[in-house]
């Protein structure tokens, strides 16, 4: 790429964006988080940060077709996407599900989340926002680690009559380590052993300080069971999206992170992918990970098939070569060669980075998060 946003390295870095600003005052340049630096500027930074450089040859930006900057007036308002985590049994899929009105529960074997699903829930407002509903922390640290930052929020569920368990403090750490911002959901408040304010006080412990307490993660007391504080949860959200700003541009060639993929009998291999900017169409020749296709049929979140899929907006595509791996990129290319071309290539470099031992490297962070 010619030049990113200071935003968008900073999400690549796992960093704030402010740092990223503050630093690049003290090295004489005055930005704003959404104006494109340059790519030596960018390497300067990173090396600030302490995280490792690898040079992108120009033909490896070229065959990637990553990380292109959209001009600031392209960009318009996306909306949030939402991983929920916590422990096992505090009720993430029961709050998921309480969130959309259905009833995904039931349906699974256990009650236990099988795999990730995304699905989007509209607000009283009129607001759109994206779940993706991992079990536990294991797919975020996961597709995080394959560079793929999707989320922009994290919701924290806590039991309120349990406390904070193993996997809550995994889930604060990993989301720490992103540098997503949280908020903490205290469930099962109808429940008359309940006592949210031990909760709060625990999460001191793990500098978590939420409003009340003088700090400045939001929290919110709610029942998945008995349907309470849900509003209240999608209005923080919207306030915490508010605040970070998400934009993305609808009107380019489609760019994705892959939620989920699997071999379906009859239909192929079928891949879940979030589209992160630009707008995936019906008879878009694509490249998701190491894998072509060309978007034979596409199927939202309620099952019903669609033609388009913007910014922030998870779709099952159907019509890939082969089966790609969670987090994999999709990226919307010109033609079938082209997309051979690209997929041989990210298989060459996918070969190499396993036989070689992989640092945070810079194309990593290029090619990674859109
Ligand atoms: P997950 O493992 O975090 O996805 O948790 P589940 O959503 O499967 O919920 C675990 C158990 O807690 C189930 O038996 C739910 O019915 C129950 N549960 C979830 N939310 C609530 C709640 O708000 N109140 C009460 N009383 N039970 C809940
Ligand atoms: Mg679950």
Excluded: C, W
């Amino acid at each position: 790429p010619e030049s990113i946003t200071v935003q968008e390295l900073a999400n690549r870095m796992a960093e704030k964006g402010a740092d990223l600003v503050k630093a690049l005052f003290k090295m004489g340049t005055a930005v704003t988080l959404n104006q494109p630096i340059d790519q030596d500027t960018a390497e300067l930074l990173v090396e600030e940060f302490g995280h490792r450089i690898q040079r992108v040859s120009d033909a490896d930006v070229e065959i990637g077709m990553e990380g292109e900057v959209d001009a600031p007036e392209t960009l318009k308002a996306r909306p949030p996407v939402v991983t929920i985590m916590g422990h096992v049994d505090h009720g993430k899929t029961s709050l998921l599900d309480a969130l959309r009105g259905t009833n995904v529960v039931s349906g699974e074997s256990g009650g236990i989340t099988q795999h990730i699903g995304a699905y989007q829930v509209k607000t009283k407002g009129g607001d759109t926002i994206t779940f993706l509903d991992t079990p536990g922390h294991e797919a975020f640290s996961e597709m995080r680690a394959r560079g793929a930052n999707v989320t922009d929020i994290v919701i924290l569920v806590v039991a309120a009559d349990d406390g904070l368990m193993p996997q809550t403090i995994e889930a604060i750490n990993h989301t720490k380590a992103a540098g997503v911002p949280m908020i903490v959901a205290i469930n099962k408040v109808d429940k008359p052993e309940a006592n949210p304010q031990r909760i709060r006080e625990r999460l001191l412990e793990h500098e978590i300080v939420v409003e009340d307490m003088g700090g400045e993660t939001q929290d919110v007391e709610v029942s998945a069971l008995k349907r309470t504080g849900l509003d209240d949860l999608l209005d923080k959200i919207m306030l915490q999206a508010e605040l970070l700003e998400l934009t993305a541009n609808p009107d380019r060639a489609a760019e994705g992170n892959v939620v989920e993929a699997q071999l379906d009998k009859g239909r192929g291999a079928v891949a879940t992918v979030l589209v992160r900017k630009g707008t995936l169409k019906i008879g878009d020749t694509f490249v998701i990970g190491s894998e072509s296709g060309k978007v034979r049929a596409m199927i939202n979140d309620k099952g019903q098939n669609v033609k388009t899929a913007g910014p922030s907006t998870p779709v099952e595509v159907l019509g890939l070569s082969g089966v790609p791996m969670a987090g994999d990129q999709l990226t919307v290319v010109e033609n079938e060669a082209r997309a051979r071309e690209v997929a041989a290539y990210r298989q060459e470099q996918a070969t190499k980075k396993r036989t070689t031992a992989a640092p945070t490297s810079f194309e990593h962070m290029f090619s990674a998060l859109n």
